[in-house]
């Protein structure tokens, strides 16, 4: 089992950047792929972007050229920068780890950015 523990989240105005950190409660093995996540209020939840075990990303069009996902080793997860923020990017975002073994998310870091 693994556990996934998101954090960095906050309020900012737009423009602002933050940086979000998923650690994972254990050394990863067996991964296909590790996500971002966010869900805004009343909306679905929807990929914002994603790193294989190659350590190829893919990003949402909305978010292209503003957010850099990343490996963190120390904490055995993935970082998102996001730099540039718009109150469209109010949302819960939530971590998720795609294993052999199963797939995990964590609890979620709420992002507010106000205008």
């Known amino acids: 089992q693994v556990r996934l523990t998101e954090s960095g989240g906050g309020s900012v105005q737009a423009g602002g950047s933050l940086t979000l950190s998923c650690a994972a409660s254990?050394?990863?093995?067996?991964?296909?792929?590790m996500q971002w996540y966010r869900q805004a209020p009343g909306q679905q939840r929807e990929m914002v972007a994603q790193?294989?075990?190659?350590?190829?990303?893919s990003y949402h069009d909305s978010v292209k050229g503003r957010f850099t996902i990343d490996r963190d080793s120390s904490k055995n997860g993935i970082i998102l920068q996001m730099n540039g923020l718009k109150p469209a990017d109010t949302g819960t975002y939530y971590c998720?780890?795609?294993?052999?073994?199963?797939?995990?998310w964590g609890q979620g870091t709420q992002v507010i950015v106000s205008s």
């Open positions: 998720r780890a795609q294993l052999w073994s199963g797939d995990y």
């Open positions: 790193i294989d075990t190659g350590g190829t990303t």
């Open positions: 254990t050394v990863i093995y067996g991964g296909k792929a």
